[in-house]
């Protein structure tokens, strides 16, 4: 990467920055342009270089945070011997969990934000900010030869909506269960959700 290339980098990382810590303190309703750009110290015309309005930027940090923290879960599964798919996914599962439950900012912003159009839609409009592609890490899990790839995005998106709302609930407030007493539960569905794409 050129200076260039990294500078406008820099800038892009910054408005992300300025922008997530904004819309956890204030709240995304109110935080304004004007207060990114104030906070972050560049230009208002810059952002619109990397971002239509407040919502395209806040869209797309659901996209980065959620594909850091899947990132960070896979690097660590890669310092395992874990082979089989399941134990793999339970495994990325419990990692994630564990990331929101010691950062519950994070899962408020993402839980609140993340839908799977918005993730879809952003994703494919910005998948570069990062040099790993979240989907094609999660479809290289899944054994192509029993879930086809059509039904690995499926299954992507049904792991993606109900993980999202479970956490949300019951590492926040405990409902209907804490986090910690309801795990049985979420790899019982999780595993049952898994089987019926198999041989399809």
Known sequence: MGKLETNKQQKK???YNTAFELFITKGISKTTISDIVS???IAKGTFYLYFKDKYDIRNKL????????????????????ITDFEEQLMFI?????????KNTSL???????LSWGVFRSAFNQSPKDS??????MFYALVPSDVISRHDAEILL????????STAYSTILYSEPLS????MPHLHNSVHALIHQYYNR
């Not at 899962?107 to 934000?113: D, E, S, V, Y």
Request: proline fraction near 0%; hydrophobic fraction near 50%.
């Open 13 to 15: 990382d910054k408005l």
């Open 39 to 41: 906070k972050a110290g």
């Open 62 to 81: 659901v996209v980065k945070k959620a594909s850091e923290l899947f990132l960070e879960s896979h690097n660590a599964l890669l310092q395992t011997d």
């Open 93 to 101: 599962i419990d990692y994630i969990i564990a990331a929101l439950q």
């Open 107 to 113: 899962l408020n912003f993402i839980a609140k934000n």
């Open 131 to 136: 040099d790993e592609n979240f989907f094609d």
């Open 157 to 164: 998106f049904q792991l993606t909506e109900f993980i999202g």
């Open 179 to 182: 986090m910690d007493e309801f």
